[in-house]
């Protein structure tokens, strides 16, 4: 299993960005998909989760109504666009697989700062 998270970087409050992952190494379609982020100092947190099937979400509290998850079977590619960032944002994400998240890949640091 591969997985490689890109499109991090740096970005002031209230800016986006686009997150994608290349999957490798498995049936990349038929598993759901999950986005974890881990902050400075902190615990690992599940922030959003596809489905397989259908391409239905579920989003941690932290992020709905600003990230959308989403994916493309064809490319092997999940993706998670980010708005309104905010500082609290700023973590490491990495893209997992299944609803646990795990195995994980490398993960992009994306840092929200003024």
């Known amino acids: 299993v591969q997985l490689q998270a890109s499109g991090g970087g740096l970005v002031q409050p209230g800016g986006s960005l686009r997150l994608s992952c290349a999957a490798s190494?498995?049936?990349?379609?038929?598993?759901?998909m999950s986005w974890v982020r881990q902050a400075p100092g902190k615990g690992p947190e599940r922030v959003a989760v596809?489905?397989?099937?259908?391409?239905?979400?579920i989003y941690a509290d932290s992020v709905k109504g600003r990230f959308t998850i989403s994916r493309d079977n064809a490319k092997n590619t999940l993706y998670l666009q980010m708005n309104s960032l905010d500082l609290k944002d700023t973590a490491v994400y990495y893209c997992g697989r299944g609803y646990s998240g795990s195995p994980r890949g490398q993960g992009t640091l994306v840092t929200v700062s003024s």
């Open positions: 596809i489905n397989s099937g259908d391409g239905s979400a």
């Open positions: 190494g498995f049936i990349f379609s038929i598993y759901a």
